[in-house]
């Protein structure tokens, strides 16, 4: 099971005791890989300020861009106010 986590760009987390369930952080670490399964090709972005006009998005990949494809939208568009604003 790990050489197939590490192929697919994984990582395996053994869990052998129940001691790891008691730990302080155990409950952020939980919730972080429970995120991470429900929607394991998703990528968060937070702007700096908010849009008040479209703007291009660039996407730099930390890894070898030519090992995976990532597609996403290249022009950024600011949300509309809600009409009761």
Not at 30 to 57: D, H, I, Y
């Amino acid at each position: 099971m790990e050489d197939l986590a590490q192929k697919t760009g994984g990582e395996l987390i053994p869990l052998r005791s129940m001691e790891w369930f008691t730990k302080p952080e155990a409950a952020s670490l939980a919730k972080s890989l429970r995120e991470q399964v429900a929607a394991p090709n998703r990528m968060e972005l937070q702007l700096t300020t908010p849009l008040s006009r479209p703007a291009k998005l660039s996407i730099t990949p930390a890894r070898e861009p030519k090992a995976y494809t990532i597609v996403y939208p290249r022009r950024l568009e600011p949300c509309s106010k809600s009409a009761g604003q």
